[in-house]
């Protein structure tokens, strides 16, 4: 299977910027697209952005972080970046990371999650 492991969390002050990593390991072969979610309190998970495991077109952004989130991957480590500026309160939320097969269209694979906090 494949395991994922968020980190780079944290609190930080409206207008600033935080770098969330996924690492995956396991049987990485299995991924075809990775993802970042979010859910805040009171609130039902998101769609953040998106990736191809293998490069190319597809990456894509949810309409409220478009122009100020950066979703990459580090081939050499297996990991995915999530670069985000300009940060606001109510990007407050926990961030999971998520893998989908090749055959699936549901990610099956998650992480456990890592909090960010933005003060006002």
């Known amino acids: 299977q494949v395991q994922l492991v968020e980190s780079g969390g944290g609190l930080v002050q409206a207008g600033g910027s935080l770098r969330l990593s996924c690492a995956a390991s396991?049987?990485?072969?299995?991924?075809?697209?990775m993802g970042w979610f979010r859910q805040a309190p009171g609130k039902e998970r998101e769609f953040v952005a998106a990736?191809?495991?293998?490069?190319?077109?597809?990456?894509d952004y949810a309409d409220s972080v478009k122009g100020r989130f950066t979703v990459s991957k580090d081939n050499a480590k297996n990991t995915v970046v999530l670069y985000m500026n300009s940060l606001k309160p109510e990007d407050t939320a926990v961030y999971y990371c998520?893998?989908?097969?090749?055959?699936?269209?549901?990610?099956?694979?998650w992480g456990q999650g890592t909090q960010v906090t933005v003060s006002s």
């Open positions: 998520a893998a989908k097969g090749h055959l699936t269209s549901m990610y099956d694979y």
């Open positions: 396991g049987r990485t072969f299995l991924i075809y697209r």
């Open positions: 990736l191809n495991w293998s490069g190319g077109s597809g990456t």
